[in-house]
């Protein structure tokens, strides 16, 4: 067994991110027909591609009904980038229910939130660890955020339960790239010509060269976050996303995806409302600014992003305004290729099989 593994057969109920918003996950798993224990009277089984956690007020309650699942087998599900932070111990913006390092920081954006005690994170995390990076069967293809041929050939020779020691692996190698090349001077000099922190918002950066040959790096180099984050290329044009400026941006790689079977991912806040400001960045507008919000994509009409931006609910709340309407957390059915959102509305996928 690798970090690629057998997706079950059967019909499938593929859920989004959930970025620790219960009331939405609990809401949607009822309204797909599901007891808390994740069984299903038709025999359906759940499969999530990952980002359980971080920034929504309860990621304790959201792993605590899903990690059971996993564990007796009922569902299934690959590691987000979200999940890879978690075992990796890198405290990143919105994990403060977890890690005490971004607990006050994070309060003004994300709070209130629930944290988890601490003698509940072993179990967890042992749980996580176990999970694939992508799952495969003839006639579906399930991964986070890109499936890349190279990449995915990296990933299926690596065993099971290796995704953090195998990522740490990568990014020592892109650590060593970047020494080489001197890039951590680099920055601190460009640091120095711009004092302001790269989390502050209201603070925009010039285009910093270092910073972005360093993210890009790294990006590319470590296949596991390839297919955990996404494919990448340098942004001349800084933009705010996920917590701090960003010097690199995502590519639609599904452009290029000329397989025959088709791949399902989240991770990239897709809107559902047409015309609605992306809740993550201009770089919504360069991957899905053409794209209708039920609609299959890429270069053969076979890649479906489902995250619809459930994660942006903190967003809401923070301006005052009704966190669901604009935020919606999703399931695709399988084969029926039919959305179901967290308020119990359905709506039929569009264009599938459509080249572009």
Same mark, same amino acid.
């Given at each position: ?8 057969? @059967?019909? %499938? ?19 797909? &027909?599901?007891?808390?224990? &994740?069984?299903?009277?038709? =025999?359906?089984? %759940? ?48 994990? !403060? ?17 629930? $944290? ?47 995704? #953090? ?7 020592? +190698? +892109?650590?060593?790239?970047? $020494? ?12 120095? $010509? ?24 790294? +990006? ?45 991912? @989240? ?7 047409? @015309?609605?400001? +992306? ?9 899905? =600014?053409?794209?209708?919000? %039920?609609?299959?994509?890429? %270069?053969? !009409? ?23 309407? #604009? ?20 709506? @039929? ?8």
């Amino acid at each position: 067994m690798s970090l690629v593994q057998p997706l079950p057969s @059967g019909p %499938l109920d593929i859920v989004g991110d959930i970025h620790g918003e219960i009331d939405a996950l609990e809401q949607l798993l009822g309204h797909l &027909g599901y007891d808390p224990e &994740g069984r299903h009277p038709d =025999g359906r089984r %759940l499969v999530f591609v990952g980002d359980f956690c971080d920034r929504g007020p309860d990621s304790p309650a959201v792993l605590n009904l899903i990690v059971p699942m996993l564990a007796s087998g009922k569902a299934s599900a690959v590691l987000g980038n979200h999940e890879i932070n978690l075992l990796r111990e890198d405290a990143k913006d919105g994990s !403060g229910w977890f890690f005490d390092s971004r607990r006050e920081s994070d309060k003004p954006k994300y709070g209130p939130f629930a $944290r988890l005690p601490r003698a509940d994170a072993p179990a967890i995390l042992a749980e996580l660890g176990r999970l694939p990076i992508a799952l495969e069967r003839e006639d579906l293809r399930i991964v986070h955020a890109a499936w890349r041929p190279d990449q995915i050939a990296m990933a299926r020779e690596l065993p099971a339960g290796s995704a #953090r020691q195998a990522y740490d692996r990568y990014e020592d +190698a +892109a650590a060593r790239q970047a $020494r080489a090349s001197r890039v951590a001077e680099r920055m601190q000099e460009e640091n120095l $010509r711009w004092p302001h922190s790269l989390e502050d918002p209201k603070a925009p950066p010039p285009f910093l060269a270092a910073h972005s040959e360093n993210e890009l790096a790294k +990006a590319m180099v470590n296949p596991l976050k390839v297919l955990t984050t996404g494919v990448e290329r340098e942004c001349r044009t800084p933009f705010y996303a996920g917590g701090k400026w960003r010097f690199v941006e995502r590519v639609a790689w599904w452009d290029e995806y000329a397989d025959d079977t088709a791949v399902i991912v @989240g991770h990239y806040w897709r809107r559902l409302l047409p @015309g609605d400001a +992306a809740a993550h960045g201009a770089q919504a507008e360069n991957l899905f =600014g053409h794209t209708t919000p %039920l609609s299959w994509h890429g %270069l053969r !009409g076979n890649v479906f992003c489902v995250d619809y931006s459930v994660g942006g609910r903190w967003v809401a709340r923070l301006n005052g305004e009704d966190p669901q309407r #604009r935020f919606k957390l999703a399931a695709m059915r399988w084969p029926e290729r039919t959305l179901v959102f967290d308020d119990g509305v359905q709506a @039929g996928s569009e264009n599938f099989g459509q080249t572009s």
